[in-house]
């Protein structure tokens, strides 16, 4: 996982010293194209969008005109070193666990038009309900406010699988939109018989339903069902198609698609101190067509904010008899407010829509975003690098201040 592509990234560095390229050069000559695309694991890559979104960061970022930059900055300044990197990320959705790919929905339409939502998602502050909750009043043609989405529980939906993997609107969205969309038809069905309509002519939307010519509000329409005996009220299902995986083996599709990103970050450290700040970050990330923006922006923001911190800060020490010594916030240090890049830029890569059909071609967003934070810990090597041209620095991961002190007494020995 997460460990591996550092581990990816930290050869990249190697190369790109050994051979004196760019280290962005490096990484795209390694990327899956034609006739390279299939995984150690057996699967193709169909969707590989990587190389357009490292070539439109690079050029929104300037990369080219500041890596310059930098170097001159560098030559002019003896004690504060800067360094700039642009890392890429293919992060792979689904549970690795074929049947945990599954949801279930349940969905009441009541007569006054408002609707009660339960799934088996699980709300953490990742904005998980209000997309649901956004796909069924999208199915229905209403406002959102109409939507009450109730706390998960197996009582309603049994047998649910983990929030996790990335894949809770994927899933949840996908077996609200079955759930919404049968009621849907059994009041288009019950429209059309008695307005003597086509049901191609009838469409819900703006919080009406146009039979015809005719128009009545979506609530009115749910009271003339339920005075007909229509059943407004249905369980959805879903399950991930296409994924499977031998894990004895190690080989299959464990995934549906993937999420591609990258991110440009600038660092400067201090040789003397080990002090290390992070000056500038850009981001381009695929949320393929996104289920809400704002969500979405919020999610990449805090992915990232959590993986530099993984990376920079937030080390685990163990004393001689093998006890966690950084197990509390005096001791383990996690990113806060003021370790934001002062320079933040967080763009969605305006996508065509996922290649695969998911909810409405969206993408997955949690945790994709937390390797964006590679960047800055490349970006300190590459500025540790620059203090003996052609060797390769020693720096752990995290690169808190001692271990950047570390690696830059390294580089002079």
């Not at 309900?129 to 199915?139: F, L």
């Not at 409405?360 to 975003?369: D, H, I, T």
């Amino acid at each position: 996982g997460p460990q591996g592509m550092v581990f990816a990234e930290r050869l990249m560095e190697a190369i790109a010293i050994r051979t004196g390229q760019d280290t962005l050069d490096v990484r795209k000559a390694n990327l899956y194209r034609d006739g390279r695309d299939v995984t150690p694991y057996g699967m193709t890559v169909e969707d590989n969008i990587a190389l357009e979104i490292i070539e439109l960061l690079e050029a929104t970022s300037d990369y080219r005109a500041r890596c310059k930059q930098v170097a001159g900055f560098n030559t002019g300044s003896a004690i504060l070193k800067k360094g700039l990197s642009l890392t890429p990320v293919k992060f792979g959705i689904s549970f690795t666990l074929t049947h945990l790919n599954q949801a279930g929905a349940l969905v009441h339409v009541y007569t006054d038009g408002s609707v009660q939502l339960n799934h088996g998602g699980t709300e953490m502050g990742q904005g998980l309900y209000t997309k649901v909750a956004q796909v069924v009043a999208e199915e229905f043609g209403i406002d959102a406010g109409r939507v009450r989405i109730t706390a998960t529980t197996t009582g309603k939906v049994p047998n649910t699988s983990a929030t996790a993997a990335s894949s809770g609107a994927d899933m949840n969205g996908m077996a609200a939109k079955q759930a919404a969309t049968i009621i849907r038809q059994r009041m288009i069905d019950h429209a059309a018989k008695a307005w003597k309509v086509p049901k191609s002519q009838i469409r819900f939307e703006a919080g009406q339903v146009h039979i015809g010519e005719a128009s009545i509000s979506f609530g009115e329409l749910a009271k003339k069902c339920h005075a007909a005996r229509v059943s407004l009220s249905s369980t959805g299902f879903y399950a991930t198609p296409k994924v499977q995986w031998d894990r004895a083996k190690g080989k299959g599709r464990p995934f549906f698609y993937f999420a591609y990103g990258a991110a440009c970050a600038e660092t400067t450290i201090d040789t003397l101190t080990g002090e290390m700040r992070v000056d500038r970050v850009d981001i381009i990330h695929d949320v393929g067509r996104s289920l809400n923006p704002a969500i979405d922006i919020g999610q990449v923001e805090g992915g990232f904010v959590q993986g530099m911190g993984w990376l920079t800060t937030e080390e685990l020490v163990f004393d001689s008899e093998g006890r966690l010594r950084t197990h509390a916030p005096s001791t383990y240090k996690i990113p806060c407010a003021s370790d934001v890049p002062a320079d933040f830029r967080v763009r969605l890569y305006e996508s065509k829509g996922n290649k695969e059909d998911t909810i409405y071609r969206s993408k997955a967003v949690g945790e994709p975003p937390l390797m964006l934070g590679i960047a800055v810990w490349t970006a300190i090597f590459d500025a540790i690098a620059s203090l003996n041209p052609g060797q390769i620095p020693k720096l752990d991961a995290p690169a808190t201040p001692e271990a950047i002190l570390r690696a830059a007494r390294g580089m002079t020995a």
